[in-house]
């Protein structure tokens, strides 16, 4: 069975930082994107970042370029996502995903907050 486990969320002051870490059990084949999504209270889910593992491009939201960073390690089939200069705004609930050439698997979340 397949499970991916997030870690590293919580409150934070404005201008703080937070390093969210999601590993994955039970895949059996290569993953070929990391990211991270994010859902605020009566919003919709939105794309933060992702990485293909092949290359290693990323893509970031426009809402966090410059102040996050993703980062994977395909040995341990995990991802990592460093957040830097948080705001409010950033408040949220923060979603790992990997895809295989078969699968998407989701993360349960993490609240991040971050306070004014």
């Known amino acids: 069975q397949v499970k991916l486990v997030e870690s590293g969320g919580g409150l934070v002051q404005a201008g703080g930082s937070l390093r969210l870490s999601c590993a994955a059990s039970?895949?059996?084949?290569?993953?070929?994107?990391y990211g991270w999504y994010r859902q605020a209270p009566g919003k919709q889910r939105e794309l933060v970042a992702t990485?293909?593992?092949?290359?290693?491009?990323?893509y970031y939201g426009d809402s966090v370029k410059g102040r996050f960073t993703i980062s994977r390690d395909n040995a341990a089939k995990a991802v990592y996502l460093q957040m830097n200069g948080l705001k409010p705004e950033d408040t949220a609930v923060y979603y790992c995903?990997?895809?295989?050439?078969?699968?998407?698997?989701w993360g349960q979340g993490t609240q991040v907050t971050v306070s004014s």
């Open positions: 995903y990997q895809r295989t050439r078969f699968n998407a698997y």
């Open positions: 039970g895949v059996t084949v290569s993953i070929t994107v």
């Open positions: 990485i293909v593992n092949d290359g290693g491009s990323t």
